[in-house]
């Protein structure tokens, strides 16, 4: 995905921002951006199908699906994809500001509408105008600044906080969420009203246990993005790559090949390649809970990652996705010394 600008720069005013991203997709701006995969499993031909509808049509679209099932990378194909393409695509992850930090990076505000609003500052809503505006992860949305966007989506118009004037932008709206919301709806953290608004064109994203078929071309897929060409995989390695849950998805996969590739010569995956936690057996339902704290978890996984590369600290702290030095501390501070 082309992310242009990150929207923290020379606004330190909200310096939590880390999520909030923003990007314009004037084609001057444009970075090349990698080729999305589509799937051609039964699970996936209805997701599909209708995120090509999706790009077609101007109607508020919800995706569902876990985390890494590729909502973000969907919701960005929809709008490079529709009329609106060439205009800005903004993206604001609803987790990440609450109240009225939320609602100034949403609305903008006029100057001295608060403390800290030295000068009159235009929101994503209206950044928005003539594109996309992506709202990721809307299921975690502050519930007070949920009623507020009832009006927003319905009439497009809305003020500046501590501005009279109404203003409209004309954007089209797509959401996401890894959340159940009809939970969220029955636990009382997510607003009916809301939900009806925004699942005008819901989009699911099944999770990559049930699409275990793609898993082939999708690898292949993603190496190829990663800059590696037929790339032989060990016939072992594809069987421990089905036999996986993919609790992360297409994300997790695409950092376990990056890591595989790191540790090997370039020329052939094999198992040594690869390390996995060790997952609980047996299905998701029925999986155990065992009652180890964190910290002991820490230690039993470090260890097992130095027992499979036979000690050898420099793959196992990539494997781990820690730095050499951060492993050296944790093996000091559980005194990990079995290897
Ligand atoms: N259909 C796809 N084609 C190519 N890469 C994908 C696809 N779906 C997801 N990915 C990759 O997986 C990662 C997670 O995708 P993302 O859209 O951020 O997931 P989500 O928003 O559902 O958590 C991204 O790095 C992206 O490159
Ligand atoms: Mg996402």
Not at 29 to 39: A, D, E, L, M, R
Not at 217 to 225: A, F, N, Q, V, W
Not at 270 to 290: I, Q
């Amino acid at each position: 995905m082309s992310v242009h600008d990150v929207y923290v720069a020379g606004r330190n005013e909200i310096a939590e921002l880390e999520n909030v991203i923003m990007s314009e997709s004037g084609e001057s701006q444009q970075t090349p951006q990698s080729p999305i995969f589509f799937g051609t499993s039964p699970a996936m031909v209805e997701s599909i199908g209708h995120t090509k509808i999706a790009a077609k049509k101007d109607s508020v679209v919800l995706l569902l699906g876990e985390t890494g099932t590729g909502k973000s990378v969907i919701a960005r194909w929809i709008h490079d994809n529709s009329s609106r393409k060439g205009r800005p695509f903004v993206s604001l992850n609803c987790s990440s500001l609450r109240g009225d930090l939320l609602r100034s990076e949403l609305y903008g505000h006029a100057r001295g509408a608060f403390t800290s609003a030295i000068r009159d500052r235009a929101g994503l809503i209206e950044s928005a105008d003539g594109g996309t505006l992506f709202l990721d992860e809307i299921g975690e949305m502050d519930l007070g600044v949920q009623a507020e966007l009832l009006k927003l989506i319905e009439e497009k118009s809305f003020r500046r906080i501590g501005d009279d004037r109404l203003r409209y932008s004309n954007f089209r709206l797509i959401c996401a969420t890894n959340r159940d919301l009809m939970a969220a709806i029955a636990s009382g953290s997510f607003r009916l009203d809301l939900f009806y608004r925004i699942c005008v064109f819901p989009i699911n994203l099944p999770p990559l246990r049930k699409r275990k078929e793609e898993l082939p071309s999708l690898i292949e897929h993603i190496l190829k993005g990663l800059g590696y060409t037929h790339v032989p995989l060990q016939s072992d390695v594809l069987n421990l790559l089905v036999r996986n849950q993919w609790h992360g998805n297409i994300r997790e996969l695409k950092n376990v090949l990056e890591r595989a590739i790191l540790l090997s010569d370039g020329s052939e995956l094999t198992k040594a390649n690869f390390f996995t936690p060790e997952l609980p057996a047996g299905n998701e339902s029925d999986a155990g809970f065992d009652t180890w704290d964190l910290a002991e978890l820490e230690k039993r996984h470090i260890l097992a990652a130095l027992k499979h590369f036979n000690g050898d600290k420099n793959k196992a702290s990539l494997a781990l996705g820690i730095s050499l030095s951060s492993l050296y501390r944790k093996i000091e501070t559980y005194n990990v010394n079995a290897i």
